[in-house]
């Protein structure tokens, strides 16, 4: 009833599980992943302890297929189970048990293992083979490509509707304070797949940070534009915004200290245009504060183009 591809990025060392089913909110029982240890998808009538001890042999030396085979060989019902497990060295091991509804197999790779059951045919498995060797984009966005590819193939013959992508880098969680980097699902949709894409494109928008490259001057001109579209949506100085955070907002920042009153940013501050001050600097930042686009905070006399796209968009459904 489920397709999945555990893989290894070889040029950042993720590792990363997608996977789609005609099963509600597969991601909460098939992927499991650990930075600088492995990953496992465990599926068809899951024996969900293979992800855990899975990743704890992982983790104590044992290869891909030692960790396999000391699995299957322990579980009464392997043969109706099934198993994909990658390494952080890139070793891979697939298990496929006879007893798993048609059609249903797997194959691996160098730093991957791709399986499915109940499975319009067997090319659905090499599409998301396929797929992860031909490469081409970034790590998150290949492997929601395997699955979009092993769809175009007919997928889970029974339909779709939940998918999953899990992928893990060591202190790349929200924070800092974990590996889970990126952890989305869908759990009940006509077009999961489609639908986890758009998650990842809102994941990157939100969690990822501008590079200085990126960034554009703030001139005269594009100020202008800012604080005209900054008042159309209320966020002004003085504005909608303003007028509901500012109750609150300094007395949170008093009560924590002057340290919380600093964001991350990229950039270096550089000279601002007339039109342009630290008050309708800090209505920004509060907007963007707002529609969870802290993470691209930029230097005053830059701004990332992105939450420009961001904030036309917003100004123009006003």
């Not at 699995?71 to 109706?80: E, F, N, T």
């Not at 999953?164 to 974990?178: D, E, H, Q, T």
């Not at 920004?284 to 504060?289: A, K, Q, Y």
């Amino acid at each position: 009833m489920t397709y999945s591809i555990v893989a290894l990025d070889p040029a950042t060392g993720d590792l990363g599980v997608a996977v789609q089913s005609k099963f509600l909110a597969v991601g909460a029982v098939v992927p499991w992943a650990q930075a600088g240890v492995g990953a496992v998808a465990t599926q068809s009538f899951a024996n969900v302890t293979f992800g855990p001890g899975g990743l704890a042999r992982l983790a104590s030396g044992m290869s891909a297929a030692q960790v396999l085979e000391r699995l299957v060989s322990a579980d009464p019902l392997r043969s109706q189970r099934q198993v994909g497990i990658v390494d952080a060295h890139g070793g891979s091991a697939t298990h496929t048990g006879g007893g798993c509804f048609a059609w249903a197999g797997g194959l691996t790779g160098p730093g991957f293992a791709a399986q499915g059951n109940i499975l319009a045919q067997a090319s659905v498995v090499d599409g998301l083979a396929d797929t992860l060797l031909a490469g081409g984009r970034p790590f998150p966005e290949l492997l929601v490509a395997c699955l979009a590819a092993a769809d175009a193939q007919g997928g889970d013959r029974r339909g779709r509707e939940s998918a999953s992508l899990l992928v893990v880098r060591a202190n790349a969680g929200y924070g800092g304070a974990n590996d889970r980097w990126i952890d989305l699902r869908v759990d009940h949709d006509d077009d999961p797949i489609g639908q986890l894409g758009g998650l990842l494109d809102l994941q990157r928008l939100y969690l990822d940070r501008p590079t200085p490259e990126e960034l554009a001057p703030l001139d005269e001109g594009l100020a202008t534009e800012i604080r005209s579209l900054l008042s159309k949506v209320g966020a002004e100085p003085g504005g909608r915004f303003g007028n509901v955070y500012a109750p609150m907002f300094p007395d949170q920042v008093a009560e924590a200290g002057p340290e919380a009153s600093e964001r991350p940013m990229t950039g270096t501050p550089t000279a601002l245009p007339s039109n342009w001050d630290s008050t309708w600097q800090g209505a920004l930042e509060d907007w963007m504060g707002v529609e969870n686009l802290e993470e691209r905070t930029t230097a005053p006399g830059w701004i990332d183009p992105r939450v420009l796209a961001v904030l036309r968009s917003k100004a123009a459904a006003v």
